[in-house]
């Protein structure tokens, strides 16, 4: 059996249990690093309140959560560490970058114009993975990838090429975000042409669209796709939850369900300032919670008649054989 690698160490693919496939502890968009003044980050009440979101997804049953936080958005291993030391959690953190509308583009657009770019990105990407994070000895259990809405522009293929050939020299997960739900298919397909292994890549974001045959021309390339923005609604183009789980009941009902995992993507607490919500759109995005899916999502699924085998492969068994790079049939 394959290993993974956490934040306290490499783990058996099988001792992933039940998890959450794309969950954000802390986040925060480029920029936040100049609004100290207003958003200071207070690392004392951030990790116990990150503690007791981890304790609270533990008594749902998780044993582990991947967050790919991107490099540039706040990821900070040590703090993940400090969360799963206090209570057992496994969590799998991330190397990467985020798309190119809402990333830090600068550092490596600069590199581009000298033509150094997507060899500076496999170096970094390589170099974390095999030797850790910053000094840390922490490990990404994922490489974690992004594009942008109907493309993946120039600056987002330097990405998709550098990850890929990592992907063939050190078998990590790649973990993708679309955005809307957007350039499934031409995700997969690019990193496949560039030598990664199906079996080990995860379409990220997918629920953001709501035609299953769409997810299936993804999932026929080999793939799995992550319904996991469970909560979300509206904001960020995204469909309402009923329409989440009447697509994903279309998928599992047309056989799918090896190649689904599920989560919220939620970003539990904020970098800089965190957002202000109008009472409106309070409303809307009430359900954004760590408890969701299991409160709501899987008492809906289940009284739709999805049976308990079904939703144990998109919590549990999906993972691990994403993780020990298992071929799903096509």
Not at 195 to 213: Q, S
Not at 226 to 242: E, H, N, T, W, Y
Not at 277 to 300: A, R
Request: net charge negative; hydrophobic share 40%; aromatic share 8%.
């Amino acid at each position: 059996m394959k290993t993974v690698e956490t934040v306290t160490g490499p783990i058996p693919a099988d001792r992933l249990g039940k998890t959450l496939i794309h969950e954000h502890f802390i986040f925060g968009y480029p920029g936040f690093q100049g609004d100290v003044t207003l958003g200071a980050f207070n690392k004392e009440g951030a990790l116990e309140a990150a503690i007791g979101i981890a304790r609270l997804l533990q008594s749902y049953g998780v044993q582990t959560v991947v967050d790919p936080t991107p490099n540039e958005c706040g990821r900070d291993p040590l703090f993940l560490r400090q969360i799963s030391d206090a209570t057992g959690l496994q969590i799998i953190c991330a190397t990467g970058y985020y798309y190119e509308g809402e990333g830090a583009t600068p550092y490596f657009k600069f590199r581009q114009g000298l033509g150094t770019a997507e060899e500076d990105i496999y170096q970094m990407f390589i170099t974390e993975i095999n030797e850790g994070i910053a000094g840390t000895g922490i490990k990404p259990g994922i490489i974690k990838l992004a594009s942008s809405k109907d493309e993946i522009t120039e600056y987002e293929k330097m990405f998709f090429r550098a990850a890929a050939r990592v992907q063939q020299e050190t078998g990590i997960v790649i973990l993708t975000h679309t955005q809307e739900g957007t350039m499934g298919p031409e995700q997969a397909r690019m990193l496949i042409e560039h030598g990664a292994d199906p079996n080990k890549i995860i379409i990220g974001h997918m629920c953001g669209n709501t035609n299953p045959e769409y997810h299936k021309e993804v999932m026929d390339e080999g793939v799995r796709i992550g319904f996991d923005r469970f909560g979300i609604q509206v904001l960020v183009g995204a469909p309402l939850d009923q329409e989440r789980v009447a697509t994903l009941i279309s998928l599992l009902e047309s056989g799918y369900e090896d190649q689904i995992l599920l989560a919220h993507d939620r970003v539990n607490i904020w970098l800089g300032r965190p957002p202000v919500m109008n009472e409106q759109v309070t409303k809307i995005m009430e359900n954004w919670h760590p408890g969701h899916i299991f409160e709501n999502i899987l008492p809906d699924l289940r009284e739709k008649g999805i049976t308990e085998q079904q939703i144990s492969k998109m919590l549990e068994e999906n993972a691990v054989s994403l993780f020990a790079g298992s071929a799903v049939k096509v």
